[in-house]
C-alpha cells in the first residue's frame, strides 16, 4: 500500500494520530526534502528509511516506487508541507498506481489553500483553486484569461519573488476586485493583508503566501427594463422559460411577474 499523507503547514502539532501511526508503520518514506522533513520526522521520534521524491526526480523515481510496492513494501509520500500531490509532486504517481492496478490511499491533514480560503474572510461557499501560475507572462494571462468569468471566489499560490508580478497579471485580466495575500499560516506571524488588485502589492514579500481574490460578479445594468432583457436573451438564443428564469433569478422579481412581457410573443 502506498500512503499520501499530509503534513503540517507551520506548527508541528497540526498532525493527526492516523498520520503519525502510519508514518511510524511504513517501510520506507519519499519525501520532497529529507532534510526538511527530518525536523517532523525526529520531533516525533519517527525512524525509517528516506527517499528522495521532488519534482526533478518525480518520473524516474516512479518505476522504483512501483517495484517496491510489488516488492510488498508499504510506502508513505510526504510533501515538505500540507498535502501531497496538490501544486507538489505525486500527480504523476497517482496515474501510475492506476493504471498497475496498485492500492494507495491518503491520510488527510493540513492544507494552505483551504486555512487561507478560511482566513480571508471572502465567500468561501465557492471557490476554484488554481494553485501557481506560469513564470512566463504571456502564460500567466492566457491562464488567468479561462478563469476571469469563474463565479467562485479563487485561490493562487504564489512565492515571495513572484507574489507582485502574480498580481499584475491578475489585475491585467480580471479588472479590480477584492484580494486577499495570507502567508505564515498556523505560525506565530500568521497575517492576512486585505488589498484591491489595483493597489497592487505594496508591502515587501516574505514568504509563501496564498491569494485569495473575489470570483466574477456579473454586472446589472438597471437601465435596461425586464422586458428588454428577456427579449435580448431570446434574441440570443434562449428559449422563452429559459430567459423568464434568468431575468427573473438577476432582478430577484418572480417569474410569475414576468410572463405578462411575453404574452404574445
Known amino acids: 500500500m502506498l500512503y499520501f499523507v499530509a503534513t503540517p503547514i507551520g506548527n ?10 502510519v508514518l511510524n508503520s511504513v517501510d520506507e518514506i519519499g519525501c520532497e526534502d529529507t532534510r526538511h522533513s527530518l525536523t517532523l520526522l ?19 523515481a516512479l518505476s522504483e516506487i512501483i517495484e517496491k510496492l ?17 501544486s507538489d509532486p505525486g500527480n504523476l504517481l497517482t496515474r501510475a498506481l492506476k493504471e498497475e492496478g496498485l492500492e494507495f490511499t491518503v491520510v488527510p491533514g493540513a492544507n494552505a489553500a483551504l486555512s487561507a480560503l478560511i482566513l480571508s474572510g471572502l465567500d468561501a461557499s465557492r471557490f476554484c483553486f488554481i494553485g501557481f501560475l506560469p513564470q512566463k507572462k504571456s502564460d500567466r494571462v492566457e491562464l488567468l484569461e ?7 471566489t479563487l485561490i493562487f499560490y504564489s512565492a515571495p519573488h513572484d507574489v507582485k508580478k502574480d498580481v499584475e497579471s491578475i489585475y491585467q485580466v480580471f479588472g479590480n ?32 503566501y496564498v491569494l485569495i481574490v473575489d470570483g466574477y460578479e456579473e454586472k446589472i445594468d438597471l437601465s435596461v427594463s425586464p ?13 422563452k422559460k429559459s430567459a423568464i428564469k434568468k431575468v427573473a433569478k438577476e432582478r430577484d422579481i418572480p417569474k410569475t411577474e ?4 411575453t404574452i404574445g410573443k
Open 12 to 21: 508541528l502539532k497540526d498532525i493527526s494520530y492516523r498520520a503519525i501511526e
Open 42 to 60: 525526529n520531533h516525533y521520534s519517527i525512524k525509517k528509511p528516506l527517499f528522495s521524491y521532488h519534482k526533478f526526480n518525480e518520473k524516474q
Open 70 to 86: 510489488k516488492q510488498g513494501k508499504n510506502i508513505a509520500i510526504i510533501s515538505d508541507a500540507g498535502m501531497p500531490v496538490i
Open 146 to 152: 479561462k478563469f476571469k468569468k469563474t463565479p467562485a
Open 177 to 208: 476586485r477584492k484580494a486577499v495575500a495570507v502567508k505564515e499560516i498556523t505560525k506565530i506571524h500568521e497575517n492576512t493583508l486585505e488589498f484591491n488588485l489595483e493597489e497592487g502589492i505594496n508591502f515587501e514579500p516574505k514568504g509563501e
Open 227 to 239: 422586458e428588454e432583457l428577456i427579449d435580448r436573451y431570446i434574441k440570443e438564443g434562449m428559449d
Open 258 to 261: 414576468l410572463y405578462k412581457y
